[in-house]
Every structure is written in structure tokens, then in C-alpha cells.
T-cell receptor
Framework: SQTIHQWPATLVQPVGSPLSLECTVEGTSNPNLYWYRQAAGRGLQLLFYSVGIGQISSEVPQNLSASRPQDRQFILSSKKLLLSDSGFYLC?????????????FGSGTRLTVV | AQRVTQPEKLLSVFKGAPVELKCNYSYSGSPELFWYVQYSRQRLQLLLRHISRESIKGFTADLNKGETSFHLKKPFAQEEDSAMYYCALNSGGYQKVTFGTGTKLQVIP
């Protein structure tokens, strides 16, 4: 069966420090991968999505970047964190075949920038 | 641009009472709609999809294109239904899903 792993679960980082959040998927190949940020009262905001290795699309301009170095690995990064980067980050995957399948989400990373 | 509106931040109902979580969408194409649920200390997970026309955990949702709505309903609420519910719209070829702001359902014993 397919599983998605996301780590770390929580992270406290100082302003100006770098960031690297990792997400890996098992049990499937060539998935679509997504990074979302979940904010209280604001729902989930799509940050990046990827349809293949090295293919990244950004939905909103921001201080973050994403990379997909391997088929089932998706990384969210920042060179210098801002206070506004604090939030709950979710990774998700979906298969390419069959519209309407929906997402499978990771357990999330709670990032606090201090 | 696509938009999903969930007008209620919090919905409190008594156990055994009917539940209706509202969702309206704005999209010019043919929508694919979903409900996701997040129970306390659990992952966000898919509850149901409109294309499946299924009932999951007693919940159903009917797509009403005339009213651009996809309300989630359950005839008799249970305490274990207490959770955060998100309505979502797939409007992109790569399943770029737009989420609503969520409704917290609180079932009072």
C-alpha cells in the first residue's frame, strides 16, 4: 500500500536560518506531489506542486522553494526564514491516472520561526 | 478563478441531530469536488468524492450545479463525527485542489 512520510513533525527555527522539510512517498511511482500550508481560519494554501523529477510549479510568490530530486521525494526549503513562514506544512500526493482520486496527506510539520 | 466558500467556522449540533455542512464553489468549468476531514491529532484525510456518489460514515454530499453547492449531510450526528471538515475543488489538470477555510463540527453529547 502507499504511504507518505513527512518530517520533522515539529521544528523551531530562528529568523534568518535555513529550512529543509522532506516528504517521501512509498508504494507508488510517478506521483504528483504537493506542498500546502495550513493556517487557522484560512484553510489550506497550495505552495508548490510537481508532476515529475525536477519539475516544480509555484503557486504563490514567497520566501520558500521546492525541489524534487527523486521520483518520490519532495523537499521544501528556504535560505532565510521569516517570521511569516511560521505555520503548518503539509505534503500530499495523488496519482496521475484517474481524475477525482483526491489527495493523500502526510502528517504535517509544525514550523515556528522565532 | 476558482473559489470554495465554507460560511461556518463552527457548527455545533446535539448527538442524534441532523448535520449539514455548507460548501459553495465558484468555477467556470466542470468541477470535481471533495470533502476532507481532520479528526483530532490525525492526518487530514479524504472523506468522499462527488464522482463516487457514495456514503461514507453516514455522510453524503450531492453536487448541485445550479446552486454551485456541495453540502455535506448526515441524518444523525455521532460524537465521533466531531472534527474539522474541508470542502475542496479540483480545477486543474494536475489535480490542483483549492480548499475552503474549513468548518469545525462539534457534536454535543
Amino acid at each position: 500500500s502507499q504511504t507518505i512520510h513527512q518530517w520533522p513533525a515539529t521544528l523551531v527555527q530562528p529568523v534568518g536560518s535555513p529550512l529543509s522539510l522532506e516528504c517521501t512517498v512509498e508504494g507508488t511511482s510517478n506521483p504528483n506531489l504537493y506542498w500546502y500550508r495550513q493556517a487557522a481560519g484560512r484553510g489550506l494554501q497550495l505552495l508548490f506542486y510537481s508532476v515529475g523529477i525536477g519539475q516544480i510549479s509555484s503557486e504563490v510568490p514567497q520566501n520558500l522553494s521546492a525541489s524534487r530530486p527523486q521520483d518520490r521525494q519532495f523537499i521544501l526549503s528556504s535560505k532565510k526564514l521569516l517570521l511569516s513562514d511560521s505555520g503548518f506544512y503539509l505534503c500530499a500526493w495523488s496519482p496521475k491516472t484517474g481524475d477525482g482520486y483526491g489527495y493523500t496527506f502526510g502528517s504535517g510539520t509544525r514550523l515556528t520561526v522565532v | 478563478a476558482q473559489r470554495v466558500t465554507q460560511p461556518e467556522k463552527l457548527l455545533s449540533v446535539f448527538k442524534g441531530a441532523p448535520v449539514e455542512l455548507k460548501c459553495n464553489y465558484s468555477y467556470s468549468g466542470s468541477p470535481e469536488l471533495f470533502w476532507y476531514v481532520q479528526y483530532s491529532r490525525q492526518r487530514l484525510q479524504l472523506l468522499l468524492r462527488h464522482i463516487s456518489r457514495e456514503s461514507i460514515k453516514g455522510f453524503t454530499a450531492d453536487l448541485n450545479k445550479g446552486e454551485t453547492s456541495f453540502h455535506l449531510k448526515k441524518p444523525f450526528a455521532q460524537e465521533e463525527d466531531s472534527a474539522m471538515y474541508y470542502c475542496a475543488l479540483n480545477s486543474g489538470g494536475y489535480q490542483k485542489v483549492t480548499f475552503g477555510t474549513g468548518t469545525k463540527l462539534q457534536v454535543i453529547p
